[in-house]
């Protein structure tokens, strides 16, 4: 009885931190801030830091390719753009580390590891659009 009770227990201490941690967070990505506003230039600068990355990375297979700001521009011309950078999925994950129980060092070193790779998949996947476009 007491390892059935215990379990729920962790279980809905699990629900209620993933859900209160992910809403939290999803609601700073897509809270309507004024174009002015210091929040929307941090955005501004992480998806040209975003846009960067794609960038470099197509660079090796497209020499053409060239970045300014949040646009890349090549044989064919994408703009990153909130939701492009699949903070969603970012987020999502960062909620469930947060709630999932063990040592917060574990869990920073999953974050670290797991957001690492959330990341490099989607800029195979925005590379992939960008050839995707240039072919079709």
Partial sequence: MDKDRTARATQLRFAVVFV????????VYAFPYSANSPVQAWFKLYLSGYASLVGAVLSVLEPNVHVA???????????????????????????AMVAFPGAWRRKLVGLGLGLLGLVAFNVLRITSLYFIAVHY
Avoid: H, Q
């Fill in 69 to 95: 700001g949040t646009v890349i521009t090549g044989r064919t011309a994408l703009e990153i753009v909130k939701t492009c950078d699949a903070m969603e999925i970012n987020i999502l994950f960062t909620a």
């Fill in 20 to 27: 209160a941690t992910a809403a939290l967070l999803l609601s």
